[in-house]
T-cell receptor, first 116, second 112 residues
Framework: NAGVMQNPRHLVRRRGQEARLRCSPMKGHSHVYWYRQLPEEGLKFMVYLQKENIIDESGMPKERFSAEFPKEGPSILRIQQVVRGDSAAYFC??????????????FGPGTRLTVL | QKEVEQDPGPLSVPEGAIVSLNCTYSNSAFQYFMWYRQYSRKGPELLMYTYSSGNKEDGRFTAQVDKSSKYISLFIRDSQPSDSATYLCAMSWMDSSYKLIFGSGTRLLVRP
């Protein structure tokens, strides 16, 4: 049973470019969370998605950031017009949540974004 | 004040020692408590998951929750050099997303 997969593992972008981060949840998991880890800081929640729905985006910056989890394919975190402050490790977690119950969240290896 | 406080360490112990890692929190709504281990430049790995006060044991690991004091602990018995990592506590509460609120992590070094 493969774990959560994220790609690319490392991504280098110049200021103003777009970054696309992909996350494939564990088999059977339909709940995806994105977290960001800035250097020397803890993980911060960004967004929670189910298939075709954004459930909670309270941690997303208001501009330039968007996320989706289509019916088919991986979840995508998209950052437009990247700035140096976007440099961080971005982690995806998937959960087998049953309605009304929290499930364990299993994390992927992360994508390390460097903005030059 | 952060919602979840965790001593950043580093905590250095000799091999075989009992390690105690702790977090305090301010939000009494937290109901679910987790401990993750994160090796350098890797993703967090779930170690323990509890949702009630008391103790939960799994191998060399024991998680302890004291909701009245808003305090959680992770004990590692017979610590090994391979336990050297950053340990993150995380919490969530009953709402539509169950998003995790993390402590900043404690770096642990187990010396051979």
């Amino acid at each position: 049973n493969a774990g959560v997969m994220q790609n690319p593992r490392h991504l280098v972008r110049r200021r103003g470019q777009e970054a696309r981060l992909r996350c494939s949840p564990m088999k059977g998991h339909s709940h995806v969370y994105w977290y960001r880890q800035l250097p020397e800081e803890g993980l911060k929640f960004m967004v929670y998605l189910q298939k075709e729905n954004i459930i909670d985006e309270s941690g997303m910056p208001k501009e330039r950031f968007s996320a989706e989890f289509p019916k088919e394919g991986p979840s995508i975190l998209r950052i437009q017009q990247v700035v140096r402050g976007d440099s961080a490790a971005y982690f995806c977690a998937s959960s087998p949540r049953v309605a009304g119950q929290p499930g364990e969240q299993f994390f992927g290896p992360g994508t390390r974004l460097t903005v030059l | 004040q952060k919602e979840v406080e965790q001593d950043p360490g580093p905590l250095s112990v000799p091999e075989g020692a009992i390690v105690s890692l702790n977090c305090t929190y301010s939000n009494s709504a937290f109901q679910y408590f987790m401990w993750y281990r994160q090796y350098s430049r890797k993703g967090p790995e779930l170690l323990m998951y509890t949702y009630s006060s008391g103790n939960k044991e799994d191998g060399r690991f024991t998680a302890q929750v004291d909701k009245s004091s808003k305090y959680i602990s992770l004990f590692i018995r017979d610590s090994q050099p391979s336990d050297s990592a950053t340990y993150l506590c995380a919490m969530s509460w009953m709402d539509s997303s169950y998003k995790l609120i993390f402590g900043s992590g404690t770096r642990l070094l187990v010396r051979p």
